[in-house]
C-alpha cells in the first residue's frame, strides 16, 4: 500500500525508497520461512490436511511478491530526477524522457503490490479455514 502511495507523493517516494525496498525485501524472506514452515507441517500431518487452494494460492502470493521486490528495486534504478544529476542542458533531456519510464514503473510496482497483499490476505484466509473448520484435529 506504501508503493501506491508513493506513486501519487514522488517527494515521499524518493525520501524513503530505500525503506520501502527494504521492507520488501523483510517481506519476501518471511513468505520463504513461512512456506518452509507450511511444507515442514504438511510432512508433519503426513498430508492428511486439506490445505491444497492453501498451497497454490502461497505460491501466487510467493511469486507476486517476489515481483514486487524486483520492481521495487526497478523503480529505484529508474527514479533519478534532475537533482540527483548535474544541472546541464543534456541531463533535462534524459529526465523528460525517463518521465514515462518512472510512471509506468511507478504504476506497475503499486499493481503488483496491491496483487501481493490482496493474495496474502487469501493465503492466509485459506489457511485459517482449514484449521477453523475442524480439518486440523
Do not use: C, Q, Y
Not at 69 to 88: E, G, N, Q
Amino acid at each position: 500500500m506504501v508503493a501506491v502511495l508513493f506513486m501519487f507523493k514522488a517527494d515521499w517516494g524518493h525520501k524513503f525508497r530505500w525503506l520501502l525496498a527494504g521492507s520488501s525485501l523483510i517481506v519476501f524472506i518471511f513468505i520463504l520461512v513461512a512456506e518452509s514452515s507450511g511444507e515442514a507441517f504438511d510432512k508433519a500431518t503426513k498430508g492428511l490436511t486439506p490445505i491444497d487452494e492453501h498451497a497454490e494460492l502461497a505460491n501466487t502470493t510467493k511469486f507476486l511478491t517476489f515481483g514486487f521486490l524486483v520492481l521495487t528495486f526497478v523503480a529505484i534504478a529508474v527514479s533519478r530526477t534532475k537533482r540527483d544529476t548535474p544541472t546541464d542542458g543534456a541531463s533535462d533531456v534524459v529526465a523528460a524522457k525517463a518521465f514515462p519510464l518512472r510512471k509506468m514503473v511507478s504504476i506497475l510496482t503499486a499493481v503488483v503490490g496491491v496483487l501481493a497483499t490482496i493474495w496474502m490476505i487469501r493465503t492466509g484466509h485459506e489457511g485459517a479455514k482449514a484449521v477453523w473448520k475442524g480439518t486440523l484435529k
